[in-house]
């Protein structure tokens, strides 16, 4: 089963999801032939289709099409110049016409100091360092998924995907893993995809691991006679939300009167469902 929305609610014992509404994926593509599950599966989504089909054709070892990498260029700058104004308050930039410009004239700085860094994204970044004092809405370090599908805490995204980049060793080693290096991962993880060093897919006996634009995504499809016979998926928003995760770490780490801030600190993790904060309950 795939989650179509979660719940999040703070309680004595600090921040809590629950899982909402359920997508029945499996019941929607067992025993059809392969090449629908293939066309399917990316339609079932809003995001990150082309990681879906790719995903899903590499799985089924159906010739693989699809450009992964406009895919990313284009939902990372969508990202960096609609989304997180918004949510921070901001008026959006206009859209560059070369998506490096956001890299600043001379690039990302190495010393993590981006109130001093030239690009249209300064005043986002400003604002992020403001409103996030170095420890506030922290995460531990966590490791990267060992495997496509495995379960848990885990660091899968694109900070994660660009953790050795020198802006965000500077940005960790000031503020730790919080809101700014989420912010830098993004842009690394744009500057990345610019210079075509994304992480290539892989695939192997029904196994497909595709590079998208908010971590890895893993998909193993099974088949017998034409036809798709077992499923199972792990996206970055799985590792993101799971207990113990990035975000329910970055929110227990959120002081109490601060926690109006928590949308901000949901866009910049960016999961792929929606998270509705739960109004407290009156006793």
Known sequence: MTLASV???????GP??????????????????????AELLPRLFNLCRVAQGLAAQLALGLPATGDLRTEIIRDHVIRLTVILPRAFGL??????ADPAELLGRNGLPADGDLCRWDSPLTPLACRITQEFAPGIACTAPLPPPPHPLAEGAYENSAAGRQAGAPTLRAV???????????????????????????????????LACVPAARGAYGLR?????????????????????APGGALLQALGRLP?????????????HDPCVPVLIEEPQDA
């Not at 109490?256 to 910049?268: E, F, K, S, T, V």
């Open 7 to 13: 719940l999040l609610g703070f309680g004595p014992d």
């Open 172 to 206: 960790e080693s000031r503020y730790g893993r919080g809101p700014l290096w989420r912010f830098v991962g993004l842009l690394a993880d744009l500057e990345a995809a610019l210079a075509d060093r994304l992480p290539a897919p892989v695939a192997a006996e029904g």
């Open 91 to 96: 008026t959006a930039p206009a859209l560059p």
């Open 16 to 37: 809590a999801l629950r899982t909402g509404q359920r997508l029945p994926v499996e019941t929607m593509v067992l025993g059809r032939p392969v090449p629908e599950v």
């Open 221 to 241: 499809l099974n088949s017998c006679e034409g036809r798709v016979t077992g499923i199972a998926r792990r996206t970055p928003t799985d590792h993101l939300l």
């Open 256 to 268: 109490a009167d601060q926690r109006h801030l928590a949308p901000r600190i949901i866009a910049l």
